[in-house]
């Protein structure tokens, strides 16, 4: 089992920035691939960056690249989303995800764990 919690979410004005963090607990953090969903209300949960077992490679969907971070400390346990440029359409709750995988994945299906998500509101 691993046990997931996310933080750093808030009320933010469009164009500012938050960092969300992600603790993890329980199995070795660094057989994990790491990713964060998000999912706004009435409608369906996206993918938002990943970021490979060793940090090597990330991935971005087009709505969010150039304007969000995805980074992971092995020694912290700890996997983190820098947020830049915030827009209103950014408004949504965020779901850390753990995957025992080789390779990212935008799948929601190829993550075994999942944390309780952060809620991050982007006013305009």
């Known amino acids: 089992q691993v046990q997931l919690v996310e933080s750093g979410g808030g009320l933010v004005q469009a164009g500012g920035s938050l960092r969300l963090s992600c603790a993890a607990a329980?199995?070795?953090?660094?057989?994990?691939?790491m990713a964060w969903f998000r999912q706004a209300p009435g409608k369906e949960r996206d993918f938002v960056a990943g970021?490979?077992?060793?940090?090597?490679?990330?991935y971005y969907p087009d709505s969010v690249r150039g304007r969000f971070t995805i980074s992971r400390d092995n020694v912290k346990n700890t996997v983190y989303l820098q947020m830049n440029s915030l827009k209103s359409e950014d408004t949504a709750v965020y779901y850390c995800a753990a995957a025992r995988r080789l390779t990212i994945s935008g799948r929601q299906s190829d993550y075994d764990y999942w944390g309780q998500g952060t809620q991050v509101t982007v006013s305009s």
């Open positions: 970021i490979s077992r060793n940090a090597a490679s990330t």
């Open positions: 329980g199995r070795t953090f660094s057989n994990y691939v």
